[in-house]
């Protein structure tokens, strides 16, 4: 589970984001300011729906969820790259509005329209929808992230798609369709955001909020609130909380006998780097990940992979290593990577979101690597 840094290439990434959803989204400003009128008209009808009951909302109390929106399109200018370190301070200023109300308890009827969440209504007017399907997988491209940002485990990937839009021609009633193909990037992913859209609906188009996840993750993770996010910045005390690891007993038994096989890896707290950890709700990162995402029955399946890390590390020894890697240069392969050769994939940390398992391979060879 490797994290970004959110240095100068990332935000200027994020500033171009801003730019390209400008102009598939439309003025979302207007739109929101639009919304805050409608909110406060008397033919507007709010509810506020929690476990137990359903209430209209009535008198001042129509103001706050107007208000609510309003702060929304106050602060939209800055929203879609609002670094996470900022999140806090917008949220508690938004959400304020509100006071003890929750926005996914909050339904809105529109004169003439549906009765609808709140939350769906602002999600709809930021363009979520098409923002994710014509903008996002160019940026998860340039990311380079190639796997579920979650579990590691799972690719997700980014690929030429053919956007094929029918029309029939016009004036010509009869003629047949005509298919026009447009090509462009499509992922085969899903998008999580890392701050429940449900619960934080203006952060729905945010660049730092929106995270490439295999549907798998992506269904257990619902709108829980998981204190990870792949991005991370400056001076982050935390910037790589968890890591895989071998028990230490099977890391004795590979030196001094040779065992490969069955050796099941696990998610660790980095604080505690090969303590294995059980499931738990609101325990530590690591335990929150196991009971959110199933992390060690995913990797219990994967004993093969480490069996195989495990032949290469004994094979690769550092005399081999060093006898070798002169004849490998004289191989004259484009950009050969002994490293990642050896390894079998990426062997450096800020690569392992290109491919499955990478980053349990890196720690694992990490952690039972000798200096010979
Ligand atoms: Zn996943």
């Known amino acids: 589970m490797r994290r970004i840094l959110i240095d100068k290439r990332i935000k200027d990434m994020a500033a171009d984001y801003v730019k390209d959803i400008q102009t598939v989204v439309g003025d979302v400003e207007a739109c929101l300011r639009n919304l805050t009128e409608e909110l406060k008209k008397q033919t507007t009808k709010i509810y506020v729906c929690t476990a137990d009951n359903v209430n209209r909302y009535k008198g001042d109390e129509y103001q706050s969820v107007s208000k609510y929106v309003g702060k929304i399109a106050g602060h939209y200018d800055e929203i879609n790259n609002l670094l996470p370190s900022q999140y806090d301070g917008v949220m508690s200023e938004i959400d304020g509005e509100l006071g003890t109300i929750k926005v996914d308890e909050v339904l809105v009827k529109l004169r003439g329209k549906k009765k609808q969440p709140l939350y769906e209504l602002i999600v709809d007017i930021m363009g979520y929808n098409k923002v994710r399907k014509e903008v996002l997988p160019q940026y998860v491209n340039k990311l380079e992230i190639k796997t579920c940002v979650y579990c590691n485990a799972q ?218």
Not at 233 to 244: K, N, Q, T
Not at 259 to 264: A, F, N, V
């Open 155 to 372: 690719f997700a990937i980014t690929t030429l798609i053919e956007d094929v839009r029918e029309k029939i021609m016009l004036g010509k009633p009869g003629r047949p369709k005509k298919a026009i193909v447009i090509p462009r990037l499509g992922g085969y992913y899903e998008m999580d955001h890392n701050k429940p859209k449900s619960k934080y609906p203006y952060l729905c188009t945010n660049f730092y909020n929106l995270q490439p996840c295999c549907s798998s993750c992506n269904k257990r993770k619902l709108t829980r609130d998981l204190p990870f996010s792949i991005y991370y910045e400056e001076g982050d005390p935390d910037p790589a909380p968890l890591r895989f690891a071998i028990s230490p007993q099977d890391v004795i038994d590979f030196h001094t006998k040779g065992k490969c096989k069955g050796i099941k890896p696990y998610l660790c707290d980095e604080a505690n780097p090969t303590k294995r950890v059980r499931a738990r709700k609101n325990g530590t990162l690591a335990e929150r990940f196991n009971y959110i995402f199933d992390i060690d029955k995913i990797y219990a399946e994967h004993e093969d992979e480490v069996e195989e890390l495990l032949w290469r590390n004994r094979i690769y020894t550092h005399g081999i290593v060093s006898a070798t890697s002169s004849q490998f240069k004289d191989l004259q392969i484009e950009d050969f990577d002994f490293g990642r050769y050896i390894l079998g994939t990426y062997p450096n940390r800020e690569d392992a979101l290109k491919r499955p398992l990478t980053a349990m391979k890196q720690d694992i060879w990490k952690q039972v690597k000798k200096d010979e």
